[in-house]
């Protein structure tokens, strides 16, 4: 029972975050293009089209691009499915969050051709990001952060 709850977990979690993702994507594309504006000292809502990766890497490789996040995600969710005894619940939310933010950007570079970004930081020099940029570094994030917490207990 426990293996089938978590696993209810694991996809309930990842369908939840695919889904504000792409929503929260899709609402700011139509409200920026109805002219929506928002700046203050942090950041500026803005509309950028990205073709490549984060920090503008690999721009103009969609294909690759898309073979590598497909591959991300076919390898996470390989792992989750072997390991998914030892995996606590916390591990599970984080690992969901980083995978429905890879495929939040897969997702639209297959169906637009490039990412819709729109956070611009006001207070330092930073790449045009995202809801589903946000999901991927919180999640690799913590994720390290719990195994390099595990391994030295």
Same mark, same amino acid.
């Given at each position: 029972?426990?293996?089938?709850?978590?696993?209810?977990? =694991?996809?309930? $979690? *990842?369908?939840?975050?695919?889904?504000?993702? /792409?929503?929260?994507? &899709?609402?700011?594309?139509?409200?920026?293009?109805?002219?929506?504006?928002?700046?203050?000292?942090?950041?500026?809502?803005?509309?950028?089209?990205?073709?490549?990766?984060?920090?503008?890497?690999?721009?103009?490789?969609?294909?690759?691009?898309?073979?590598?996040?497909?591959?991300?995600?076919?390898?996470?969710?390989?792992?989750?499915?072997?390991?998914? =005894?030892?995996? $606590? *619940?916390?591990?599970?939310?984080?690992?969901? /969050?980083?995978?429905? &933010?890879?495929?939040?950007?897969?997702?639209?570079?297959?169906?637009?051709?490039?990412?819709?970004?729109?956070?611009?930081?006001?207070?330092?020099?930073?790449?045009?990001?995202?809801?589903?940029?946000?999901?991927?570094?919180?999640?690799?994030?913590?994720?390290?952060?719990?195994?390099?917490?595990?391994?030295?207990?």
């Amino acid at each position: 029972m426990e293996k089938v709850s978590k696993y209810l977990y =694991f996809l309930v $979690s *990842f369908v939840l975050f695919v889904w504000a993702t /792409l929503w929260t994507s &899709g609402f700011l594309a139509e409200e920026v293009a109805r002219g929506l504006k928002i700046s203050n000292p942090v950041f500026t809502l803005t509309s950028v089209q990205n073709s490549g990766a984060a920090f503008s890497l690999m721009q103009n490789m969609r294909e690759v691009l898309i073979i590598l996040a497909a591959a991300a995600l076919t390898l996470i969710f390989l792992y989750v499915i072997k390991n998914i =005894f030892t995996l $606590s *619940f916390k591990y599970l939310f984080f690992t969901a /969050l980083l995978c429905a &933010g890879i495929f939040g950007n897969l997702h639209e570079r297959i169906q637009l051709g490039y990412v819709r970004d729109f956070f611009e930081l006001n207070f330092i020099n930073f790449p045009v990001f995202n809801v589903a940029d946000i999901m991927i570094n919180i999640g690799v994030i913590t994720l390290v952060i719990m195994i390099l917490v595990r391994k030295t207990k």
